[in-house]
């Protein structure tokens, strides 16, 4: 068996352990590179499908950090999202039109937001954490609707580049989705990244080995925000328009879970790949089925956790075929 | 580490006592623990061998007394810096990381444990490496611990104990379901350890290991200290006998020695050269 030397191997350029296949992840930083492209095919709808792909996987790797990483299930990242774009709004008022500074801000008052929320959210376990993360998700769209200073229900414009220059909206989301995926490789390598395991796999035991629970769940949670909240400050900039029911809408935040659900939730490449087969899918949907095309999201979620509960990317390391596969299913199920 | 003075005491346990509802699984439990010493906790099952481990190593805050090391009240320190002050344990139903590899397992504790803020990552891995040598686990290092056999997750309990470098490891029942071989490895890497400086308290079943290893001997029968002293002594203690084999045992002992001693007697009032 040459197993040990390879794990070294991988081991030392950084993969393997709980960054996942490092196939997957080669796999991730081509499709990458090759969405640099997408501005130069001049298509309007085509650049704006791809943008919201970038935006759901950043979001999508924003919940693996709670979710994937620390198993916390959380259905309140949408807050921080509209809480991101509220920043770009608040910021335009401001006459301050700069990406950067939108990004920056909007990444700075979601993990506030998130640490703040967390010091109390955190101290919940299993259901209960998230039925708490949903109520805040739906009490930040409520008191966003009904701050005048904010634009209550009828929402902020937001003024934008004009069209010559509108792929700035594009390279800035890809920009945005690159460090979600860098941030996520670097931590899973990281002492931060076992951490969070570890109080996944078992809180109490990761406790007596030194790892102070509250500290790393506030931390995971924190950098969770952030990403989506990047997201957020960008899409708001972008869409040039924002209210309550667009900042907060449930689709981002359901879309995330299930796009990391089924590239594979806990691994560097799983959220990417989970984003960029079911945006895409779901765009053709809703051109060819308008009335139908929600119903394709549930179908998607029961297959997922019946049939690959570990993710499409779990498929690039698993040995042996469909018959390894159908093993691990009735595995599952004893 | 150099062996310290004999004399220090590491650990101070004093009238414990501890309450689960209307039971007092603990009661005015008192012992010093010698830094660098072995003491081996031993009773019958249910006698609170566990729940003073808890209560030791901080799971647990004690309905009465306290557990005072190097000067702290350990009821005192949140569970994730009892590590840091020294103080490893492992447990009986042993806790791996299921889905992280064996080797992750022990890295953790070398990341998070008291030294972990001084090792990068790979130092801690290379750590990790080293004790899974020592507790002989390194040929399934890169398995997932969920793959593991149950002696193999005890000895990942101890690797991952002894990689928070402990002055203190507590060690509950590491050597049940070991094999005769297996288990005097396990003394021969206890040993190994207490020499370099660590102060050990064992938990175990086997009377003839913990005889072997253990300087000191603490006797719990329904969570009280009926005895404590050096080992044969102490299981020599009619006390300990009759908690362990029951009153009657020990009355039947008792009679059996009356009928002896009047055997003897017998013998002497009759000689032998009586008999044909």
Known sequence: MTRPSTVATLRRIGLGGITGSPVAFAVVLVLMALLLAVPFAHNGYVETTFRYILMYATMAYGWNMIGGYTGYVSFGQVAFFGIGAYCSAVLSTMKIDNLFADVA?????????????????????????????????????????????????????????????????????????????????????????????????????????????????????????????????????????????????????????????????????????????????????????????????????????????????????????????????????A | MSAPAATEVALRIENIGMRFGGLWALSEVSFEVQRGSVVGLIGPNGSGKTTLMNVISGVYKPTTGEVTYAGKRIADVPTHEVCHLGIARTFQVVKPFASLTVRENVAVGAMYGRSGGKRSTRASFERAQELLEIVGLSRVADRPASDLTIPDRKRLEVAKALALDPDVLLLDEVMAGLNATEVDEALELLRDVNRRGVTLIVVEHL???????????????????????????????????????????????????????????????QPPDARP
Not at chain 1, 159 to 172: G, I
Not at chain 1, 252 to 268: E, K
């Open chain 1, 105 to 333: 801000l909007a990444c700075v008052v979601a993990a506030a937001f998130a640490i703040l929320i967390g010091l109390a959210v955190l101290q919940l376990k299993g259901h209960y954490f998230a039925i708490a993360t949903l109520g805040v998700g739906l009490a930040v769209t409520d008191i966003v609707s009904n701050l005048d200073a904010l634009g209550g229900t009828g929402g902020m414009n937001i003024s934008q580049v004009d069209e010559a220059h509108f792929s700035v909206y594009y390279y800035a989301m890809w920009l945005v989705a690159l460090g979600a995926i860098l941030a996520t490789y670097f931590i899973a390598r990281s002492k931060l990244g076992y951490a969070f395991v570890a109080i996944r796999e078992n809180e109490e035991a990761a406790a007596v080995l030194g790892i102070n629970p509250r500290r790393y769940k506030i931390a995971a949670w924190a950098i969770s925000a952030t990403m989506a909240g990047a997201a957020g400050a960008v899409f708001a900039a972008a869409n040039g328009h924002l209210e309550p029911s667009i900042a907060f809408s449930p689709d981002s935040n359901i879309f995330p879970i299930v796009m990391a659900l089924l590239g594979g939730i806990g691994t560097v490449a799983g959220p990417f790949i989970g984003a960029v087969i079911l945006a895409g899918v779901n765009e053709l949907l809703q051109r060819y089925f308008v009335n139908v095309h929600t119903l394709f999201f549930g179908a998607v979620i029961v297959l997922v956790v019946l049939l690959l509960p570990r993710g499409l990317v779990w498929l690039f390391g698993l040995r042996g075929g469909a018959r390894a596969w159908l093993k691990s299913l009735t595995v599952n199920k």
């Open chain 2, 207 to 269: 009377m003839k290991a913990i005889v072997s290893i253990s300087t000191t001997i603490v006797v719990l029968a329904e969570g009280k200290k009926i005895a404590q002293g050096a080992p044969v002594a102490v299981l020599a203690s009619p006390q300990v006998i009759e908690a362990y084999l029951g009153s009657r045992w020990v009355k039947r002992q008792e009679a059996l020695k009356q009928i002896e001693a009047e055997r003897e007697h017998a013998a002497r009032v």
